[in-house]
């Protein structure tokens, strides 16, 4: 299957710092990439969609501003949350899909906000 | 917009047993349906995946059953082994590189000794 890499995969911040996690595919060339948040023992939930080149398209109730997405090749894709808060402590997690349209997902990011 | 519902939230099976986990999807227009596994703290893994034009697919000890009718799809474990003991996921969209997953609940399986 396709390998997509995703780091780091734990990181700790300060409040109010700002932390980017990347998320490449490494043996093909991803048109699309998303972006998922997981809270403990539910479901992943869709935070927004990326296409190389062009701006992400935000799920609602996610503030664009405060997580930015770049996806400026189509093998990587970053999520920068900006100004970290307690509250965005979670597990985030990318996926990419190729011309197949399956998505393939990295192995998480767990962020950890002090 | 689509949603997908999973049954059981939890499962226990003995090894070697099999095991079986339901989901239903809502918008008759999705035509892709993936499953994946992910282990605690690990992203989600692909491990099978249907398209509508199929009723069955099979790979080893899964398969994946889908009635397009009644719009419900089923994975089944056979001969399950400790280490099928995961979270799996199913999930449904339409096909096409941007096309948004629309998750179920998740289904938590543990197989004991």
């Known amino acids: 299957g396709a390998v997509v890499s995703q780091h780091p995969s734990w990181v700790i911040c300060k409040s109010g710092t700002s932390v980017k996690i990347e998320c490449r595919s490494l043996?093909?060339?991803?048109?699309?990439m998303f972006w998922y948040r997981q809270f403990p023992k539910q479901s992943l939930m869709l935070m927004a969609t990326s296409n190389e080149g062009s701006k992400a398209t935000y799920e609602q109730g996610v503030e664009k501003d405060k997580f930015l997405i770049n996806h400026a090749s189509l093998t990587l894709s970053t999520l920068t949350v900006t100004s970290a808060h307690p509250e965005d402590s979670s597990f985030y997690i990318c996926?990419?899909?190729?011309?197949?349209?399956?998505?393939?997902f990295g192995a998480g990011t767990r962020l950890s906000v002090l | 917009g689509e949603n997908v519902e999973q049954h059981p939230s939890t499962l226990s099976v003995q090894e070697g047993d099999s095991a079986v986990i339901k989901c239903t999807y809502s918008?008759?227009?999705?035509?892709?349906f993936p499953w994946y596994k992910q282990e605690l703290g690990k992203g989600p893994q692909l491990i099978i995946d249907?398209?509508?034009?199929?009723g069955e697919k099979k790979d080893q000890r899964i398969a994946v059953t889908l009635n397009k009718t009644a719009k419900h799809f089923s994975l089944h474990i056979t001969e399950t082994q400790p280490e099928d003991s995961a979270v799996y996921f199913c999930?449904?969209?339409?096909?096409?590189?941007?096309?948004?997953?629309?998750f179920g609940t998740g289904t938590r399986l543990q197989v004991t000794l």
């Open positions: 249907i398209r509508s034009n199929v």
């Open positions: 043996d093909f060339q991803a048109t699309t």
């Open positions: 918008d008759s227009a999705s035509n892709y």
């Open positions: 996926s990419a899909s190729g011309v197949r349209g399956i998505q393939y």
């Open positions: 999930a449904a969209s339409l096909t096409g590189t941007a096309s948004k997953l629309t």
